[in-house]
């Protein structure tokens, strides 16, 4: 986890634009590195990093002997490096895992070295040879990417889009900042004045399809067969190899624990394999919650039986509350589902920062959207419609709750890390019949506690739990997070204001007073760019207002809450 940044063809002062790479220094606080291109002199890399692997060697921009014209700026792990670079018998100089990339481009070029990549990532590389840029995004955005480009080729690129806002260029209307779609590597050809122009932007990777990785994995082919028995134990034996592969650190490694299905599996499976592996030191937990919550007993409970060092992080609303402006600046959205349940993971990832040596942190993110986690799947008119939800969901996760997760975690200088979105795991649940990815039996998410059924991995009751959302669950039942907040919030934005919403923000005009309090925080932040946002997170197939499930009609608590 690093903060990428570069510039090529600027026509300010390079030094007065490098202080806007310091607006994403929290990303990397172990390192930095402002680097010139030779030959290109309005051509610039600024690098911030967080050393996870090679602590010697790990700078940036990246080269090595070999490749005196390639550059490279990459923020990410590729898990299958060590696999790469034995396949195709590849010279390493360092033990950094991205310099994987610099032989695959070499030798493969830009698209098939994208594709080849099992892991999360976001690069600039430049060819200073062929004169070429490109850019390139892991298949979920697991990692953030900004690009500025303006009309006459000044380009500027950055890990979160405040490193772009201040960015000075001659122009006289203010230039788009946009996401780097996931999935995706874009060209540019780059002239010698440092300016560039667009080639093609193309996809490499969509997630029903199997990664061209596969090939090369270290679990072999699966049986085929839509077998229950056999899709079960394929659905272990992948998710297994998910959080397996991610281990891949120098520093040590912790767990989000909410206590819900995903969290757990991903903690229990984690602490089974540090066994496995010898790691030096147990595996910490971290749940959030008030007292009473029912996250915070469900995780204590889960701990207790994988036996990890348990944290809990006590949480008041009002510490809730005094957090969102916070969070809403460094999250770049005014979602309001997306910041809700940002603040919990903000305040437990300042937490982990603060009090414990852990850096690398595994979390569940992903399994909702690929499992047909949330409540509203219940309500879905046929298999079909769900398994297409699900994958408009996956190819959303950017903008929401991937988005959540990384910036939550790189504001306080950690690493996050997403067994669920494995690209093999994912192309294989996918792929599977719609009619086994359904609800069933009331249940949500049935086919993935099925598979883990009988192992003892995790406490029953916790398998079978019902989906709780995380920004519902970290307060008592009596009263969710979300109602506190908007009962603090009423009084903040009066009912005029919220009348004239659509005048005032035409794009997602807000229809709360609590949406509308974030969309003027965010506005303060970033001004005029709520394009960032397409639309807000809601439930599919029921007339919800909230996207809280707890305020749709098929939500039912767990009776032990």
């Not at 008030?290 to 992080?313: M, N, Q, T, W, Y």
């Not at 067994?419 to 993935?448: I, Q, W």
């Not at 919220?498 to 970033?526: I, M, S, W």
Request: glycine share 6%; hydrophobic share 40%.
């Amino acid at each position: 986890m690093c903060g990428i940044w570069a510039l090529f063809g600027s026509d300010e002062c390079l030094s007065s634009q490098c202080t806007s790479a310091m607006k994403i220094a929290h990303r990397g606080p172990d390192a930095f590195r402002f680097e010139n291109v030779n030959g290109f002199t309005n051509c610039c890399f600024g690098f911030h990093r967080l050393a996870i692997v090679d602590q010697l060697y790990g700078m940036q921009p990246l080269r090595i002997k070999k490749f005196p014209f390639l550059w490279l700026c990459y923020n990410g792990e590729i898990y299958n490096h060590l696999t790469l670079k034995k396949e195709f018998d590849f010279d390493h100089q360092t033990k950094v895992d991205g310099e994987i990339l610099l032989h695959l481009y070499d030798r493969f070029g830009i698209e098939k070295m994208a594709s080849l990549l099992d892991g999360v990532f976001a690069f600039i590389l430049l060819d200073t040879a062929n004169r070429k840029v490109f850019l390139g995004r892991d298949t979920y955005g697991v990692r953030p990417l900004f690009k500025l480009l303006t009309d006459d080729g000044f380009l500027a690129v950055s890990s979160e889009a405040k490193g772009l806002i201040d960015i000075n260029h001659a122009m006289s209307s203010p230039a788009n900042i946009v996401p780097f779609l996931p999935g995706h590597y874009e060209a540019f050809d780059l002239k010698q004045s440092g300016k560039v122009k667009p080639i093609k932007m193309e996809p490499f990777h969509c997630c029903t399809k199997e990664p061209a990785h596969a090939v090369y994995d270290i679990v072999e082919r699966l049986p085929t067969s839509f077998d229950e028995d056999t899709v079960k134990s394929n659905i272990r034996t992948l998710f297994e190899n998910a959080v397996k592969k991610r281990l891949m650190a120098h520093r040590r490694i912790g767990c989000l624990l909410s206590g819900g299905l995903d969290s757990s599996l991903v903690a229990a499976t984690l602490v089974k394999l540090a066994k496995e592996e010898k790691l030096q030191y147990p595996i910490q937990t971290f749940s959030i919650g008030s007292e009473d919550s029912p996250d915070i007993l469900a995780a204590r409970k889960v701990a207790a039986f994988i036996g990890s060092e348990h944290h809990e992080v006590n949480f008041t609303a009002e510490e809730g509350i005094q957090a969102v402006e916070e969070v809403i600046f460094h999250l770049e959205t005014y979602d309001i589902t997306t910041i809700r349940a940002s603040v919990g993971m903000y305040l437990v990832s300042k937490y982990i920062r603060e009090k414990t040596d852990s850096v690398v942190i595994f979390s569940g993110e992903g399994s909702d959207e690929l499992t047909q986690g949330y409540i509203y799947f219940h309500k879905a008119p046929n298999p079909k419609a769900a398994a297409e939800d699900s994958v408009r969901l996956m190819k959303e996760l950017y903008l929401f709750d991937v988005l959540r997760a990384d910036r939550t975690t790189a504001a306080h200088g950690l690493e996050l890390r997403v067994p669920f979105l494995d690209h093999r795991f994912t192309a294989y649940y996918l792929s599977l019949p719609e009619e086994m990815r359904v609800p069933k039996n009331g249940v949500e998410k049935h086919l993935l506690r099925d598979s883990f059924k009988g192992l003892n991995l995790i406490p029953d009751e916790i398998l079978w739990r019902r989906k709780e959302a995380f920004s519902d669950g970290m307060m008592s039942v009596k009263k969710s997070w979300y109602t506190c907040l908007q009962d603090h919030l009423e009084s903040m934005v009066n009912d005029t204001q919220l009348e004239k919403a659509p005048k005032t923000y035409p794009h997602n005009p807000p229809l709360t007073k609590e949406a509308y309090y974030f969309r003027q925080v965010f506005e303060k932040n970033y001004p005029g760019r709520a394009e960032w946002l397409s639309h807000y997170w809601m439930p599919r197939w029921t007339n919800a207002t909230d996207p809280s499930a707890r305020t749709l009609t098929i939500y039912k608590p767990d009776k032990d809450q």
